[in-house]
Structure formats: C-alpha cells, structure tokens
C-alpha cells in the first residue's frame, strides 16, 4: 500500500498509438515525458492520467453538479493506481473574452478593486482636490437653488444592482408608511409591487415624497432628505418626474453624505470594490460599457488603397454592387469642386478628401442622378463618407448589414475614459496620486515596484487595513515574474496574448493559489521562452512540486529533462511506430541507455549538424515591413530575404509573435 501512495500506477494503456503501456510515475515528483513528436507523449500525460483523473472527480461530485460539467469519456486503460485530482495547464489562449485581462485571470485586479475601496481617496475632477462629504444644509441649499414649479421625486435607493426577492424588506416598508416604490425603473404603489425573480439583479427605490420646489420648503427639504439618507445608508437621489426633450431617461440628482466636490458638484455615491470593476456596471464606463476601446470607421479602411482613383472604387464600402448612385454622387462632388475622379486619391487636395470623406459642411451641391428609369436633379449639402457609413450603422437592424459595415471599422481608444475601462468616479479614486487604471497599464515589473513602495508611502491605519490585500497582490505579481511575464500590463487583453504566454499566466496562478495534493499535467510549458527566462520557469515548477503536488510536464527542452527528478522516454519513433516507453528514470540513466534517441542527444553522441552551405540572399529580393507598430512594435522596418529560411528570435515578450502573426501574417 505504501508503494501505492508513492506511484501514479498506470496498467495497460491503449489510448491512440500507445501499446499496452505500463508505467510507475513518482508523486510529489517533477517528472518530464519527452521522446519523438507523435511517439505518444501527449496520449499518456493528457488522453489517459489527466482525463482518468478529471474523469474520476467529475464522477465523485453529486448528480446535480454532474449536469453543470463536461464528464470525460473513460481513457482505453486497464488500471490507474494513486491519482490525485488532475489541473491541466495546456499551451492555449486564456480567453477571447474583450474583458478579460492579465489582471482579471490573475485575480490581482480583484486585490487592486479591494484595495482602491478600502483606503483609496476620491478626488474632484474640477479642483484637484480629495471629496469631502455633503452636509444635509448643502443637500437642501441644492433643491432651493432649482427653478420653481420643478416636479421631484426624493428617492432612497436602498437596493442597487442586487439580486434577491425583498418580499421581507418590502413588507417592512409598508409597515413603516411608505406608499410607493421604484422598481428597475418602473413606479408602484407599495401594496402592488410585483414578485420580483431572486435570480436576476434589481434596482429598487423607496420613495420619500413628492415635491414641487417653490421657497420656503426648507424644512420639508432637510426632513425627506434625512429620512432617505437614513434608508439608503447616507446616499439620496432628487429624480425629476417630468422627461426634458430628447431624453431618454429623467434627471436625476445624487446626494451622499460620503463624497462630494461643493465646486463642481461631482459626487461619488459610495466607494466599494464594484465602483473598480469594468466587468460591472457600477464602474464600467457608460460609453464603450467597460471595453476601453469602441469601433469606429475607420478613414484608412475605407480607403485602403490610395493609389486607387475614385472611378477606380478608392472608396471601398461605395466600390461595391451594380448600382449607380454612389458614382453618381462622386461625380457630381467632382463637378462642383473640380478635382479629377481618375486622379489617385492620394494625389487629391486635401479639400476633395475631406469633402468626400466628412461631408461639405453647409456647401449646397447640385446631384443629377439616373438609375436608367428616370433621371432627376437635387440641390442639397452631402454628408461625407464616413458619417453615411455610421447613420446606416446607427439605423439598420439587419444583421448582414452590420457585418458588412463592420469590415471598415476598427477598435479605437475611448474618448470618455481614454481607455481605461471605468466611469469617471471610479478614477476620481487614487492611492498615492495614480487610480487603479494608471497602476494596471503598469508592466507586471513596474507594478512590482509600485506595490512594493506603497507600503512606506501608506499611513499606519491604512496599512492596517491594506497589509492583507498588498500581500495577496505582491506574491501574484512575484510569482508572474518568476515565470518571465515581468513584460506585461496588468491592463493586457487576455485574448492577445500567445499560448505559451497564457499557459505561464495559469501556471503563476496555480502556485499562488497554494493548492497541495494535486497532479500537475503541463504541455511544453517553455515554448515561446527566452532560454534567459528558462530558469526561472523551472524554479516556478520546482515550487509547485515542493507544495506536495505532483508535476507531469510533456518537455522537448534540454534543461528542463535535465532538471527533472524522473523523465521518461517515449518512442522508438512517431504514430504506429511509437507508444512505447523506450527509456526511464533520470536523466543520467536515460543518458546511459543506447535505445534512447532523446538521450543520445542529451549526452552528445548525436548532435544537430551546423550546414555548412546556405541558401545565398538576394537584397533584391525581399519582404519589407516598413512602421510596425503593433502590441509593444516600436514603429519597426525589417526586410525579410524571399526564398530563404529565416529564424525571428529575440527575449520572451519581444515583439516575436507581435511583428510575425499580428503583422506580417494578418497583412
């Protein structure tokens, strides 16, 4: 039994192209499977122990959690012995999600969001200076400044995007007086308001009174005022009950005892983590909804070819389909501001660009027009390009319309939160003068630095209550250093980044999550890693095996086989002709047996021979990349000689995948 506890004990393994494999894998062991690509690596480590173990804690759950998971099919296995649960940590895209950072896969933004409402101090947009709380007497100075005649309802917004029923605290409500409610937008007289579903996220204002401002309500001001702020935890809201014209929703006036500038009147309701977060709508900027970026049309897109004419369909969205109306519509721009339609659009004046492209402003233009039934003429301004392609964006519900537009638009920072994903409360917040958006385009190096520093720059009841929290953030940044990630932004979008890069982000996850008992199963965990970075991604593993877990790593790296505690060597060759274990134990034993291919070129017997003879280069020939500005591409011109094997290398995080994918690939 002792020897049982000590092995992964693998009988009779026929998955894919393995043969009747039998195996004794060490626990609590850093152990590489290597061997010839296609011998049977990934079948053994992924298709059989990994989904055996998967397979085995999905079944032990109960028949409800069951329905909620993916149940693997049983491996072609005879017997595994002394599993543990299974985490594969496989060379994939962390996530397509657009929300999705470096830092909401780390968990470290959920620290930065705790930290930033904990001892973070709101400041004024206007002034520059911290928020200071609102006193009653300033709530009613407010109302008595409004217009007379103005019709207000004085809301106590007791529930804020929570889910829940509240049929308890509506009773209590009634109880206490109050007639009617405020429910996800909708007004009801207490005694009929609806049931609401527990499952979904709900709105509910009390309302306090109903008020049509004139003097000398001062008191009836200060008294509904303190009534609601003492209902809704210090925060009131004035809401005009008449819409003014073209709005969509009524004005609405937000009082807090807490936070509010007297200058500008901006005002915080209440700091608490969700106010950081861009994934919910409290703190997600209302105009690109927590993305930081918003689509656009883009000049350059629908042009992209300016050496094409406009009768040569320079305007791409206008160059296709039969008809004539766009032609028509250039010809006549043509006329009236006599600029060639054959000449290439780079070569026009800048006016006929701007004209075409953003419209002739109040300039009355005469169109003449004939789709071959009839033939009229019209004097009016034309509206550019660009804002016709983003009415039609704005009007159409077609599906395929909007794809087809789609094509010439492209992602551009937005304007309202120059990026940062969060409304503008949420950046009035700032910890030593930066906001949690500032600190998340930080490199995880810098980020390091900054966090690290914070705590002499923190007060002592601050650091009381931040000393927790800046813990949690610096061993996550540490671990995500050690695994050569020091390159990236916190503010990263998870789906830009390389598998090799996602699989070390995980990696870095799991050893900051302090699980013990587990078994590790890692593809090729140093693919895409500088080899200066190589160390320190096998002291990370090193620290997940001395946690007590067990780590299987599929591995072609040198220095990885020969840092491990066991390897073992698969082949003798690749699909058929592999699934066999050739070799194992470490890796000097591997070195010392002559059936191991891995191991005669680990000990030097067989080597990679230099050619002495290259393909020559012709300057004549090449592919040139000319302002590369991609990612972390520093403006790069590089040309690539055609015909020819060429190797792009450079340090983990250098640009690799950016300038070769991104760029050149995608162009």
Same mark, same amino acid.
């Given at each position: 039994?002792?020897? +049982?506890?000590?092995?992964?004990?693998?009988?009779?393994?026929?998955?894919?192209?393995?043969?009747?494999?039998?195996?004794?894998?060490?626990?609590?062991?850093?152990?590489?499977?290597?061997?010839?690509?296609?011998?049977?690596?990934?079948?053994?480590?992924?298709?059989?122990?990994?989904?055996?173990?998967?397979?085995?804690?999905?079944?032990?759950?109960?028949?409800?959690?069951?329905?909620?998971?993916?149940?693997?099919?049983?491996?072609?296995?005879?017997?595994?012995?002394?599993?543990?649960?299974?985490?594969?940590?496989? +060379?994939?895209?962390?996530?397509?999600?657009?929300?999705?950072?470096?830092?909401?896969?780390?968990?470290?933004?959920?620290?930065?969001?705790? %930290?930033?409402?904990?001892?973070?101090?709101?400041?004024?947009?206007?002034?520059?200076?911290?928020?200071?709380?609102?006193?009653?007497?300033?709530?009613?100075?407010?109302?008595?400044?409004?217009?007379?005649?103005?019709?207000?309802?004085?809301?106590?917004?007791?529930?804020? #995007?929570?889910?829940?029923?509240?049929?308890?605290?509506?009773?209590?409500?009634?109880?206490?007086?109050?007639?009617?409610?405020?429910?996800?937008?909708?007004?009801?007289?207490?005694?009929?308001?609806?049931?609401?579903?527990?499952?979904?996220?709900?709105?509910?204002?009390?309302?306090?009174?109903?008020?049509?401002?004139?003097?000398?309500?001062?008191?009836?001001?200060?008294?509904?005022?303190?009534?609601?702020?003492?209902?809704?935890? #210090?925060?009131?809201?004035?809401?005009?009950?008449?819409?003014?014209?073209?709005?969509?929703?009524?004005?609405?006036?937000?009082?807090?005892?807490?936070?509010?500038?007297?200058?500008?009147?901006?005002?915080?309701?209440?700091?608490?983590?969700?106010?950081?977060?861009?994934?919910?709508?409290?703190?997600?900027?209302?105009?690109?909804? #927590?993305?930081?970026?918003?689509?656009?049309?883009?000049?350059?897109?629908?042009?992209?070819?300016?050496?094409?004419?406009?009768?040569?369909?320079?305007?791409?969205?206008?160059?296709?389909?039969?008809?004539?109306?766009?032609?028509?519509?250039?010809?006549?721009?043509?006329?009236?501001?006599?600029?060639?339609?054959?000449?290439?659009?780079?070569?026009?004046?800048?006016?006929?660009?701007?004209?075409?492209?953003?419209?002739? #402003?109040?300039?009355?233009?005469?169109?003449?027009?004939?789709?071959?039934?009839?033939?009229?003429?019209?004097?009016?301004?034309?509206?550019?390009?660009?804002?016709?392609?983003?009415?039609?964006?704005? $009007?159409?519900?077609?599906?395929?319309?909007?794809?087809?537009?789609?094509?010439?638009?492209?992602?551009?920072?937005?304007?309202?939160?120059?990026?940062?994903?969060?409304?503008?409360?949420?950046?009035?917040?700032?910890?030593?003068? +930066?906001?949690?958006?500032?600190?998340?385009?930080?490199?995880?190096?810098?980020?390091?630095?900054?966090?690290?520093?914070?705590?002499?720059?923190?007060?002592?009841?601050?650091? $009381?209550?931040?000393?927790?929290?800046?813990?949690?953030?610096?061993?996550?940044?540490?671990? %995500?250093?050690?695994?050569?990630?020091?390159?990236?932004?916190?503010?990263?979008?998870?789906?830009?980044?390389?598998?090799? $890069?996602?699989?070390?982000?995980? %990696?870095?996850?799991?050893?900051?999550?302090?699980?013990?008992?587990?078994?590790?199963?890692?593809?090729?965990?140093?693919?895409?890693?500088?080899?200066?970075?190589?160390?320190?991604?096998?002291?990370?593993?090193?620290?997940?095996?001395?946690?007590?877990?067990?780590?299987?790593?599929?591995?072609?790296?040198?220095?990885?086989?020969?840092?491990?505690?066991?390897?073992?060597?698969?082949?003798?060759?690749?699909?058929?002709?592999?699934?066999?274990?050739?070799?194992?134990?470490?890796?000097?034993?591997?070195?010392?047996?002559?059936?191991?291919?891995?191991? +005669?070129?680990?000990?030097?017997?067989?080597?990679? $021979?230099?050619?002495?003879?290259?393909?020559?280069?012709?300057?004549?020939?090449?592919?040139?990349?000319?302002?590369?500005?991609?990612?972390?591409?520093?403006?790069?011109?590089?040309?690539?000689?055609?015909?020819?094997?060429?190797?792009?290398?450079?340090?983990?995080?250098?640009?690799?995948?950016?300038?070769?994918?991104?760029?050149?690939?995608?162009?």
């Amino acid at each position: 039994m002792a020897e +049982q506890l000590n092995f992964i004990r693998v009988r009779g393994a026929r998955e894919h192209n393995l043969k009747n494999v039998n195996v004794d894998i060490p626990r609590g062991e850093l152990v590489v499977l290597t061997g010839l690509s296609g011998s049977g690596k990934s079948s053994l480590a992924f298709d059989t122990i990994y989904a055996e173990g998967q397979r085995r804690y999905v079944e032990s759950l109960s028949a409800y959690a069951r329905q909620f998971l993916e149940l693997m099919s049983k491996p072609d296995v005879d017997l595994i012995e002394g599993l543990s649960p299974a985490i594969s940590i496989e +060379q994939k895209t962390t996530s397509r999600n657009p929300r999705s950072t470096v830092g909401t896969v780390t968990e470290i933004h959920d620290y930065m969001r705790l %930290l930033w409402a904990r001892v973070g101090v709101p400041y004024s947009p206007a002034t520059g200076l911290p928020i200071e709380s609102q006193t009653v007497s300033m709530m009613v100075d407010k109302l008595t400044a409004l217009p007379e005649g103005e019709r207000l309802y004085l809301l106590a917004p007791v529930v804020r #995007g929570r889910k829940g029923e509240y049929r308890k605290e509506i009773a209590e409500w009634q109880r206490a007086g109050f007639q009617r409610l405020k429910i996800d937008g909708e007004f009801f007289p207490i005694e009929d308001a609806p049931v609401l579903d527990k499952k979904f996220k709900h709105d509910i204002d009390i309302v306090v009174d109903r008020l049509v401002t004139k003097a000398g309500l001062e008191g009836r001001y200060a008294d509904s005022l303190e009534t609601a702020l003492k209902l809704a935890e #210090g925060i009131a809201v004035a809401e005009w009950a008449d819409k003014a014209e073209g709005e969509t929703e009524p004005r609405r006036l937000l009082f807090s005892e807490k936070f509010a500038c007297p200058v500008s009147g901006f005002t915080i309701s209440e700091i608490e983590p969700r106010l950081f977060s861009f994934n919910n709508p409290y703190g997600a900027c209302p105009v690109c909804d #927590g993305l930081g970026m918003k689509l656009a049309f883009d000049a350059d897109t629908i042009v992209p070819d300016k050496d094409k004419s406009l009768h040569k369909g320079a305007i791409a969205p206008w160059a296709k389909g039969p008809s004539p109306l766009y032609t028509q519509t250039l010809q006549a721009l043509s006329r009236h501001y006599g600029f060639s339609m054959d000449e290439p659009f780079y070569k026009l004046p800048d006016q006929a660009k701007k004209v075409v492209l953003y419209g002739s #402003g109040t300039d009355k233009i005469k169109f003449v027009y004939d789709d071959n039934a009839r033939k009229y003429e019209v004097n009016k301004t034309f509206e550019g390009v660009l804002p016709n392609l983003e009415r039609r964006w704005r $009007e159409t519900d077609s599906s395929w319309v909007r794809e087809e537009l789609g094509r010439y638009q492209s992602e551009t920072p937005c304007e309202a939160c120059e990026g940062y994903r969060l409304k503008p409360e949420s950046l009035a917040v700032k910890i030593a003068g +930066q906001h949690v958006g500032q600190v998340s385009r930080l490199s995880i190096r810098h980020a390091e630095e900054w966090f690290t520093a914070l705590e002499t720059s923190l007060t002592d009841k601050q650091m $009381e209550i931040a000393r927790r929290i800046l813990k949690e953030i610096n061993d996550r940044l540490r671990f %995500l250093v050690n695994v050569g990630l020091d390159y990236l932004n916190l503010s990263r979008a998870s789906g830009t980044l390389s598998g090799g $890069e996602s699989q070390r982000i995980r %990696l870095a996850s799991q050893i900051g999550s302090g699980l013990t008992g587990v078994l590790y199963v890692l593809d090729e965990p140093s693919i895409g890693l500088h080899q200066r970075d190589n160390t320190r991604l096998l002291t990370s593993l090193k620290g997940l095996r001395d946690l007590g877990n067990s780590v299987l790593v599929v591995e072609h790296d040198e220095e990885a086989i020969m840092t491990a505690d066991y390897v073992i060597d698969m082949g003798p060759a690749a699909g058929i002709h592999g699934g066999e274990i050739i070799a194992e134990g470490t890796a000097a034993e591997v070195m010392a047996n002559p059936k191991s291919i891995t191991g +005669q070129y680990l000990s030097g017997a067989r080597e990679i $021979e230099v050619p002495q003879d290259r393909r020559p280069i012709s300057k004549k020939k090449v592919l040139r990349v000319v302002g590369a500005t991609g990612n972390n591409l520093k403006n790069v011109t590089a040309e690539i000689p055609a015909g020819t094997f060429t190797c792009i290398t450079g340090v983990s995080g250098g640009g690799k995948s950016t300038f070769t994918i991104e760029t050149l690939y995608k162009a």
